[in-house]
């Protein structure tokens, strides 16, 4: 079985993001960026299917700016093959947008032919949640979103999803796409040797215009804003001050 | 303008408070057509006639359509989509999963999360956990938008739209529903309570998790709860709040145990009063807190609760 995992470089989850004043953006120059936590737990599965002798092959790739190498060298050295790079966008500030990544990892996948599309449920730049779905939506096969748990029995995957009102275990057939959730399980750290190995491993640069597909943005970023902030409150001194408080709020 | 908006649907019964949130949402772009799906939906459909603003309703059943499977019920929007030019729906995980299928096979953006509706095509929405706030205006000819419960109040009822029926597509068969485990509960739903309790990794314990459950039943609030705390087993998953979680943002949020990382904000920092219980004075959740309480929450949950 074969294993397609796409992966996004976005700023680290720790970073404390910064608003440009010209309501362009968020800063990006200079801060710390980071493989995608979900997409971190999505290489990790595909490791350890690989581990149970249930994958054969990993192959990871990623689509956005040159840099994005750097996520695929993590994900190599996490265990995984072989890597793509699709540069899509010169300015680290342009992020491509779900259809336009789920357009081209589509056609990634006529290439390679993989059993099971591992991804992580929402980048935590964009929060989007959309891609896997975008991408199970243009290949016409099944998906198995916001997974804390999968089994592959024969030609099928069972998924537990986490949903608002619990759990949900769904049977998809295979090929499949299965986005996944926190709970899946706990990434592993690459080791200094695996890092060292991982530089050698297969990395093919390709580009947006080589899958003949058009990553103009269906929409416009018209302003990007702080979110208005609450106003300072106090620190009580006592739970009967507390309750005091609530009540003059009518909170209680 | 004519809008489809997709009704939340749970094993047959209309969640009555996300649609109606995604109805007042959806007014601002046209004339509402309500969509209730599922293996059996006529209740849910009936039920959502009678919400405000809706003019009318679609009914789909089908046994393909139970447990809102993405496959079968974005191809029954699909099918349906040429006589609208907004597709929508309250976020929800049913939502999530189907809309960006359903954008997708339409060939246009999804626009995930909407907060705010500036005009037809423009949406605010927030990126970065909450961090920043963006507008964006679509250029695609159908918008397809789920839009963020908490910012929206229900539209209210005394409607009487008509009821119509229309049959589900063809079923690509491509999944089928195992099981779910869904938690039984007599407290008031996370989402749409007036006062949430929340207890972080700082509870401790599966067991003194009790401790929050007995504050929150005395004050008739739902209770939340930290991705360290579900991690740890504390807590079931539906109970998250956060970024990646249910957001809420009820009259009284309680914070117990609760460090105030930034994803865990993003779930509750629009909530009107916030408390937060934490031993820690350096804790971050006190930053956005109206009323802090420095204290061990051993001693001080059982007090409040006693006070109350
Ligand atoms: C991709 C991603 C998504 C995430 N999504 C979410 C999300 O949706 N929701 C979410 O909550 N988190 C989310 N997180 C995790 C988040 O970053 C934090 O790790 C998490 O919120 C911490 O939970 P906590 O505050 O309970 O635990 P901690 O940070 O460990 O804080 C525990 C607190 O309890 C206090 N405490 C301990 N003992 C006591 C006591 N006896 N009395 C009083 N106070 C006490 C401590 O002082 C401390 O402040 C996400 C992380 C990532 C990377």
Redesign the pocket.
Known sequence: MKVLVPVKRVID?NVKVRVKADGSGVDLANVKMSMN??DEIAVEEAIRLKEAGKADEIVVVSIGVKQSQETLRTALAMGADRAILVVAAEDVHTDIEPLAVAKILAKVVEEEKPDIVLAGKQA?DNDMNATGQMLAALLGWSQGTFASELNIEGDNAVVTREVDGGLQTIKVSMPTIVTVD?RLNEPRYASLPNIMKAKKKPLDEKTAADYGVDTAPRLEIVKTEEPAARAAGIIVGSVDELVEKLKEAGAV | MAVLLLAEVNNGELAMDATAKAVTAAKALGDVTVLAAGASAAAAGEAAAKIDGVSKVLVAEDPSLGHRLAESTAALIVSLADDYEHIVAPATTDAKNVMPRVAALLDVMVISDASGVVDANTFERPIYAGNAVQTVKSSDAKKVVTFRTSTFDAAGEGGSASVETVSAADNPGLSEWVEDKVAESDRPELTSAGVVVSG???V?SEEDFALIEKLADKLGAAVG?????VDSGYAPNDW??????KVVAPDLYIA?????????L??MKDSKIIVA????EE?P?FQVADFGLV????E?VPALTEKL
């Open positions: 989850y936590p979900f935590i926190l | 972080g990794r700082g401790g709860a930290s991705r360290a705390a998250q709040v956060g970024q990646t979680g117990v145990g609760i460090s105030g990382a930034i994803q865990h993003a779930g219980i934490n031993k820690d804790a959740i204290a061990d929450l051993f001080a």
